[in-house]
């Protein structure tokens, strides 16, 4: 028997109503604040991740999806969506055609990690970007409007973090500090954070090996060394929060994993999905734009992974999807009424009713057990004494009540249903 993928999950009927549920949640919250979906293709040029996200982040150097395809172009299945979406602004002008560009998607990702709680090989994520604004009331926005997602899904054990990274001057001079501090203490370190040491030293803040932890523990701050363009910006994106009534609090060692975030970075976190705390995450990117081959633009954005979010919505039952049912089972009492209750089953669909019957060729005890196991709010009767009598039976399921209608006047069951 052949069996899906290491890392790779079946999305059943019996889960895709959570699912669903989710993602109406999310699609109204963005249409609230006027965002508009943008979908783009599942696998681009391997440039695009390693130009927007970093030679030196683990998505580029030790997760991504790559391979050589037939006109020896390097392709990369998408492991994120900030750089899939830049991509999309610049080589559509979409800033030409308005200035302010605010997008949201629902996407698989992909990203050739160790399976854990709520994260696959190809996984699954919403977000959005704002392209076009350096307002910091922007970088508050994503906050919001991720924060009013889990809130609409149920989910109580949540926090938000956040911090800034300062413009890249101010970052710079930043490393140069922390690299000092650690220059004498990198013997120290873990393997992966010693080759963070190198090439992406702010990485070693998210290091969960005990010893790496211990050694950052007393490291200066960059919240400490900020220049005051984002030291502002910080307290204007506090001062919206606070007024919001979002809580918060403020995570100095909070830096990301990507390489283009400038200023506002935040998490929203729960403690009900295991070590992989992260619901989602985000920031200000100002430099990507122009990274990836566009026009200086400012930008800010956050993703958020949906494994993750149900699995902490089912530990903490902050949501119940009512059990599924239908409109009507149509149940056959003789055979050769095959072809006339799938007729009539096809007029009800039409009427967007939904419908179900028997292809099983089953008896009358067993249609009924079905219509009972799929909730049915009524069961139509065809066949036997009543039927050459011209009359279909219609028994409505909740308090057994029947009542007959003329066979050839499908309108007036239709009008009885809709009651």
Not at 87 to 103: C, D, I, M, Y
Not at 348 to 364: A, C, G, K, P, T
């Amino acid at each position: 028997m052949i069996k899906s993928i290491t890392g790779t999950k079946d999305i059943l009927p019996e889960d895709i109503q959570r699912w669903n549920f989710l993602e109406s949640i999310v699609e109204k919250v963005f249409a609230s604040f006027n965002y508009k979906e943008i979908r783009t293709p599942v696998f681009e040029e391997t440039a695009l991740f390693a130009r927007g996200i970093g030679e030196a982040t683990d998505i580029v150097g030790k997760e991504m999806y790559t391979f050589i395809d037939r006109s020896e172009t390097s392709i990369t299945l998408k492991p994120e969506m900030t750089a899939s979406v830049v991509r999309a602004f610049v080589e559509h002008s979409l800033g030409t055609k308005q200035p302010l560009n605010k997008l949201f998607y629902i996407s698989p990702m992909f990203r050739q990690e160790r399976p854990q709680a709520g994260r696959f090989r190809q996984f699954h994520q919403f977000g959005a970007e704002a392209i076009g604004s350096n307002s910091p009331l922007l970088d508050a926005e994503m906050i919001q409007m991720a924060f009013d997602i889990f809130k609409l899904l149920g989910l109580k054990d949540v926090s938000v973090k956040i911090n800034s990274l300062g413009v890249p001057e101010s970052r710079e001079k930043y490393k140069e500090l922390l690299r000092n501090y650690l220059f004498d203490k990198k013997d120290n370190l873990s393997e992966d954070s010693r080759m963070r040491f190198e090439k992406n030293i702010l990485r070693i803040f998210d290091s969960k090996i005990e010893c790496d932890r211990e050694i950052m523990k007393n490291a200066p701050l960059l919240i400490d060394y900020l220049d005051e363009e984002s030291k502002n910006d910080f307290e204007i994106v506090k001062e919206a929060l606070t007024r919001g009534n979002i809580p918060f609090e403020i995570d100095p060692k909070l830096v990301r994993g990507l390489d283009y975030y400038t200023k506002t970075t935040f998490e929203i976190v729960s403690e009900k999905v295991g070590s992989q705390s992260a619901l989602c995450g985000g920031g200000r990117y100002d430099l990507l734009i122009e990274q990836l081959g566009g026009k200086p633009t400012p930008g800010v954005g956050f993703a958020a992974g949906i494994e993750r979010i149900l699995l902490a919505c089912e530990n903490e039952k902050a949501f119940s999807i009512p059990e599924s049912s239908i409109d009507l089972y149509i149940t056959r009492l003789d055979k050769e009424l095959e072809k006339f209750v799938y007729d009539i089953a096809s007029y009800f669909r039409r009427e967007n009713f939904i419908v179900e019957i028997d292809y099983l060729d089953r008896s009358v005890k067993a249609q009924m057990r079905e219509a009972n196991k799929l909730g049915s709010r009524y069961v139509l009767f065809a066949g036997g004494e009543e039927f050459q009598n011209g009359l279909l039976n219609l028994k409505n399921m909740a308090d057994g009540i029947q009542k007959t209608f003329d066979k050839n006047n499908l309108e007036e069951i239709k009008n009885y249903l809709k009651k």
